[in-house]
């Protein structure tokens, strides 16, 4: 929790500082709620690149559904499979819409989301996109 104090440094006017607020928030995307951080930050173009240099990313993940559809976070899905579901004994029936998904950051195959009061790993080869969530 006390890295959520980059929230209150990432508006501060001195670009060195937007730089590792930056930085940092990058080294913890996987952990989901920095996206949002990074996505509301802004950097004039030359603090941005003086950032992302030296940032080494693996190649991009892609989500994509059963038919190929790009994912995307906040969109909604159709589980289009019966689904048991490790560690309980709900089944996330086929049919089911599951709205305002989350990715998983290192894994192109899982996506996150609520079915019914559980929050669930679902495989992308099990969903189908329906629409963006706005």
Known sequence: NHWRAL????WSP?????VVVYRMLDQLRPHG??????????????????????????????????????LQRGDSIVIIKDLPVKGSSLIAKRGTAVRNISLVHD???QIEGKVGPTQVVLLTQFV???SKED
């Open 7 to 10: 929230n209150d440094s990432m």
């Open 14 to 18: 001195v670009p060195a500082v937007q």
């Open 33 to 70: 709620w920095p996206v949002d951080l990074i996505d509301m930050m802004y950097l004039e173009d030359s603090t941005k690149e003086w950032a992302e240099d030296g940032i080494h990313r693996g190649p991009k993940i892609i989500h994509k559904d059963v038919n190929g559809n790009i």
């Open 107 to 109: 894994n192109a195959n």
């Open 128 to 130: 189908k996109k329906t």
